[in-house]
């Protein structure tokens, strides 16, 4: 069985940075992509990038770069993703998700990791 | 990036009927068309990939159609534990969601 296991809610002050993390099982970690999404209270869903468990390339939503980095650990399975220089505007629940065999779809979702950002 | 519209925002059912969802691309996305179901404070499950492909454990209620720039999610026989928000989501390109519609109660 697929599982994406992400870390418990973040509570950070304005200017600092978090790192998240999930945590993968169930599947060849290395021959899958894993997103990271953005959603914030009530509001639409955004990708904001993705890297291959293979080789740790990554692509951007233009909209997060700078904001985000992505990075994997092969050999616990497991993504991260950095924000830096939070605002308020960071606060949001952020997924993780594995996509599937072929293109940009997400077939398995974490919990998601609500970060409050708040001095 | 490509915009989906999704209508209605909110939708007010009644167990037992049959509905239809509408997403619409500001450019065409050929099939690679996708649709999830989020309940609150839960992440949002897959449901159709690709338009129109079943998604293995989703009940065989919810098929999806279209192709290009309009397309629909149908569910038939709303069933109480339907009730949440669907969006679709678009990866022909750089991916993007719509806003949702949000099924209700009656």
Redesign the interface.
């Known amino acids: 069985e697929v599982q994406l296991q992400q870390s418990g809610a973040e509570l950070v002050k304005p200017g600092a940075s978090v790192k998240l993390s999930c945590k993968t099982s169930g599947y060849t970690f290395s021959n899958y992509y894993m997103?990271w999404l953005k959603q914030m209270p009530g509001q639409?869903?955004?990708?904001i990038g993705n890297i291959y468990g293979g080789n740790g390339g990554t692509g951007y939503?233009q909209k997060f770069k700078g904001k985000a980095t992505l990075t994997v650990d092969k050999s616990s399975s497991t993504a991260y993703m950095d924000l830096s220089s939070l605002t308020s505007e960071d606060s949001a629940v952020y997924?993780c998700?594995r996509q599937?065999s072929w293109?940009?779809?997400?077939?398995y979702?974490?919990?998601?990791t609500l970060v409050t950002v708040s001095s | 990036d490509v915009v989906l519209t999704q209508s209605p925002a909110t939708l007010s059912v009644t167990p037992g009927e049959r509905i239809s969802l509408s997403c619409r691309a500001s450019e065409s996305v050929d099939t690679?068309l996708?649709w999830?179901q989020q309940k609150p404070n839960?992440?949002?499950?897959?449901l159709i990939?690709?338009a129109s492909q079943s998604i293995s454990g989703i009940p065989s209620r919810f098929s999806g159609s279209g192709s290009g720039t309009d397309f629909t999610l149908s569910i038939n026989g709303v069933e109480l534990e339907d009730l949440s928000i669907y969006?679709c989501?678009q990866?022909?390109s750089?991916?993007?969601?719509?806003?949702?519609t949000k099924l209700e109660l009656k």
């Open positions: 997103s639409n869903i955004e990708w939503n997924f998700a599937g293109g940009n779809w997400f077939a979702w974490g919990q998601g | 690679y996708h999830y839960e992440s949002p499950r897959l990939k690709y969006y989501q990866g022909n750089l991916p993007t969601f719509g806003a949702g």
